[in-house]
């Protein structure tokens, strides 16, 4: 793919990665893309466990983060009473992690905020190229998995 003519060399894939990530605004550590006064890697967590309480591991899985980062990150939470944690009754070792009340309500303006950003930014995409678009989103997922 380096060598390639067509402009889809690494270096142009690179760039051009780049570019989205920082137009996007994902190197604001401070606030979501979507604007939440938060880091992104809370609300990716408070979006997960929007579907219910999880492990702490399972919360880390789908995150694909590190034991000790998902820690972190669940410590975050609780410190700011987005989140609880409480013994896995299946698993006297494990910690079921879920959302507070306030959780909740800060999940659901996330996901609102999310829903909105994204809905307009497809909106600027041609309709007959958003199936691509979306098609590569999930090829560049998939790729990524498969990488680590």
Request: charged share 30%; proline share 6%.
């Given at each position: ?18 570019d ?86 800060v ?25 691509g ?16």
């Amino acid at each position: 793919m380096s060598g390639s003519s067509d402009g889809a060399s690494a270096e142009a894939f690179s760039e051009a990665l780049v570019d989205f990530v920082r137009a996007f605004g994902l190197l604001d550590p401070d606030r979501t893309p979507c604007g939440a006064p938060m880091p992104t890697a809370e609300a990716y967590a408070l979006t997960v466990l929007r579907q219910g309480r999880l492990p702490q591991r399972v919360l880390g899985e789908r995150l694909s983060l590190t034991k000790s980062t998902t820690s972190r990150l669940v410590d975050q939470l609780v410190a700011r009473g987005w989140a609880d944690r409480a013994p896995d009754p299946g698993d006297g070792r494990a910690q079921l992690v879920g959302l507070t009340e306030e959780g909740v309500r800060v999940a659901a303006d996330v996901a609102r905020r999310r829903a909105d950003r994204l809905g307009r930014l497809l909106d600027r995409v041609p309709k007959a190229r958003r199936p691509g678009v979306i098609r590569a989103l999930r090829l560049l997922e998939e790729a990524s998995r498969e990488e680590r």
